[in-house]
Antibody, heavy 119, light 108 residues
Framework: EVQLVESGGGLVQPGGSLRLSCAAS????????MHWVRQVPGEGLAWVSR????????TYADSVRGRFTNYKDSARNTLYLQMNSLRVEDTAVYFC????????????WGQGTLVTVSS | EIVLTQSPGTLSLSPGERATLSCRAS???????LAWYQQKPGQAPRLLIY???NRATGIPDRFSGSGSGTDFTLTISGLEPEDFAVYYC?????????FGQGTKVDIK
């Protein structure tokens, strides 16, 4: 069974950093494209970043490019999102998601972890 | 960057009625890279449709997707009580994804 379990969310001050983790089980992380998606409570979904299967290429939404880094640790079968220079507008629930074996859409979702950026 | 506009914002229907949700793209979408998701309060979204018209595993056949170019539709042929939720379309390709703003289907 595919499981994605996010952790690392919490309260951080503007300008601070946080690293989110996504522990994957039921599949091998290095075989799949992975995405991060965020959602401000009560609002819609926003795509944040994706990384390809072998972890060699990551792309980002304009709003986070240069501040966030999406990467994989294949030995730990864990996906990470390093978030630096956090802004109040980065406050959201962050979902770790997985694509299918052959395709680019989002197939599976974790339950999300809440990041709150506030002074 | 492609922008997706969903309409209507809210659809108020009764159980058993047909729901038609629209997702319009600012540019033509290639390869039919368009998916639909359902989200209920307090839950993660769930994949319903991918590649415009392919139902995901376990999705009832009352859900169907169609469209091409810039106009895409999710149809729910007869609403069940568990279908009242928010629905999002997603355009994806090899480099990024873009979500529509969502359509809420609520009970009339």
């Amino acid at each position: 069974e595919v499981q994605l379990v996010e952790s690392g969310g919490g309260l951080v001050q503007p300008g601070g950093s946080l690293r989110l983790s996504c522990a994957a089980s039921g599949f091998t992380l290095s075989s799949y494209w992975m995405h991060w998606v965020r959602q401000v409570p009560g609002e819609g979904l926003a795509w944040v970043s994706r990384i390809n299967a072998d972890g060699s290429s990551a792309t980002y939404a304009d709003s986070v490019r240069g501040r966030f880094t999406n990467y994989k640790d294949s030995a730990r079968n864990t996906l990470y999102l390093q978030m630096n220079s956090l802004r109040v507008e980065d406050t959201a629930v962050y979902f770790c998601t997985r694509g299918p074996l052959n395709g680019y859409h989002i197939q599976y979702w974790g339950q999300g972890t809440l990041v709150t950026v506030s002074s | 960057e492609i922008v997706l506009t969903q309409s209507p914002g809210t659809l108020s229907l009764s159980p058993g009625e047909r729901a038609t949700l629209s997702c319009r793209a600012s540019q033509s979408i290639s390869n039919n890279y368009l998916a639909w998701y359902q989200q209920k309060p307090g839950q993660a979204p769930r994949l319903l449709i991918y590649l415009t018209s392919n139902r995901a595993t376990g999705i009832p056949d009352r859900f169907s997707g169609s469209g091409s170019g810039t106009d895409f539709t999710l149809t729910i042929s007869g609403l069940e009580p568990e279908d009242f939720a928010v629905y999002y379309c997603l355009h994806y390709d090899t480099s990024r994804g873009t979500f529509g703003q969502g359509t809420k289907v609520d009970i009339k």
